[in-house]
């Protein structure tokens, strides 16, 4: 029998460090003394990271999925059954989320859930896990600082305004 930690964190990023899409403030004009009126989509798209730890052994199963409810959550604790070796059982502990206590989660069999007391992710071995993540992130960011050229193959589009300087055909790889 395994116990196995598991969070379902948002990770979001805006061209700096988070994974999604954030709306866009811009400046309005109106009349003086009268309140500017702006239409925005204040929309959030979010990328999530779904991890599960044995902190016992260290042994993690991570999965990337854009959003999460209880289907979602499902196909998670599906991926987690595969994840473990024939006849393992597991039971997973997790926080109070809507899309882990719902009655519609499909939990396979060979797989328990152990809830946590409300509002203690303290009690929560996962989430100690993020600020690695984060400092992953931030590494990335600085090598591909360093590294301008895969930074221009990736992103000079044929479309691209050119210079002299970068008059070239990218490659897309």
Known sequence: MRLLAYDGHARRAYLAHRLGLKPVYRRVWARRGERPLAVGAHRYRWFYVCTFVEPETGESLSLLVDGIDTEVMGWVLRELRAWLGEGEEAWVVLDRAGWHVSGRVEVPEGVGLVFLPPYSPELQPVERVW?????????RC???AQDPETLRRRTLFHW????????YT????
């Open 131 to 139: 600020p690695l993540v984060n400092e992953a992130v931030a590494e």
């Open 142 to 144: 600085l090598v591909l």
């Open 170 to 173: 990218p490659s897309y790889s």
């Open 160 to 167: 691209w305004p050119r210079t002299k300087a970068s008059a």
